[in-house]
């Protein structure tokens, strides 16, 4: 099923993501990496406190969506399987990689890509391009 | 005060997601979808993201130090290894299966659907692994 085109929310809304990432680079130093700060507040947690940091954050992406419909319309959002058994899958290829590559499209993505560094220039291009040919299997060979 | 701008950035985050377009999974899927329904949307978020952040973090690094910690903590690593390009490899076939990516998937847990929690809960699980081996 197709998807409009949003081209000024798509940017308006990744403007807001760049802007985040900007906040927490100037108040705590830290990468805007979404699997770096789950996965550090996941066992074995090294440094102690990542741990408060990390879950005050992620309560701020919890609290998006309830502001947002407190202020907006509601959100169109079509989930792309409702089979229990991919999404266990999808998610699970998902956090592993995303942890074991030591970031994801936001870590890699916005953060990395903004700083020019070279390893997320490359893990961007290689998630990019698996992402394509995964999409280009599932749709065209299999027919999902 | 920390504290407060800490959860702010999650909040701005999080609207982010959702404004963009990043939370609908179709969206994420047709975007991966260059030869068919090509969504070229989600290259716009990047983009915009990438325009406030590149400049932002320029400045952002010309000071001493953060306001709330004593320094930056920023990777250090220059080398490509095995576990970056596998990890991102396995990472984009799981994004482009679920046509969601950490970020999201956690933002739309307050949507209150049933496949949203299968979904972090593997993702969570698959982190563990990650983290073990």
Not at chain 1, 68 to 93: C, H, K, M, P, T
Not at chain 2, 43 to 49: D, L, S, T
């Amino acid at each position: 099923m197709e998807t409009e085109f949003t081209p000024i929310t798509s940017l308006a809304g990744g403007a807001l993501i760049g802007l985040s990432a900007v906040m927490l680079m100037a108040s705590h130093g830290k990468i805007a990496g979404i699997s770096g700060i789950v996965s550090r507040i996941l066992p074995p947690a090294i440094q102690k406190e990542s741990i408060p940091f990390g879950i005050i954050f992620i309560l701020g992406l919890l609290l998006a969506v309830p502001i947002w419909n407190l202020f907006f319309v509601e959100i169109e959002r079509q989930a792309v399987s409702d089979n229990y058994f991919i999404l266990g899958i999808a998610g699970l290829l998902v956090g592993f990689g995303s942890s074991y590559g030591n970031g994801c499209t936001s870590g890699h993505g916005v953060c990395g890509l903004s700083r020019g560094s070279t390893r997320s220039i490359i893990a961007t291009v290689t998630f990019m391009f698996t992402g394509f040919l995964t999409v280009y299997i599932l749709r065209n060979t299999l027919g999902l | 005060m920390k504290y407060i701008t800490l959860l702010f950035s999650g909040i701005i985050f999080g609207i982010g997601l959702v404004l963009s377009g990043m939370t609908n999974p179709l969206k994420v899927q047709n975007f991966l979808d260059l030869f068919g329904l090509w969504d070229p949307s989600l290259a716009f978020v990047m983009g915009g993201a990438i325009f406030v952040a590149l400049p932002g973090f320029w400045l952002v690094q010309k000071q001493k130090k953060p306001f709330f910690s004593k320094e930056f903590d920023l990777p250090k690593r220059k080398d490509l290894d095995f576990r970056l390009i596998f990890g991102a490899g396995v990472f984009g076939i799981g994004w482009g299966i679920g046509g969601l990516c950490p970020g999201p998937a956690l933002t739309s847990l307050t949507f209150f659907d049933f496949g949203i929690y299968i979904f972090v809960i593997s993702m969570i699980m698959g982190m563990l692994i990650a983290k073990k081996i």
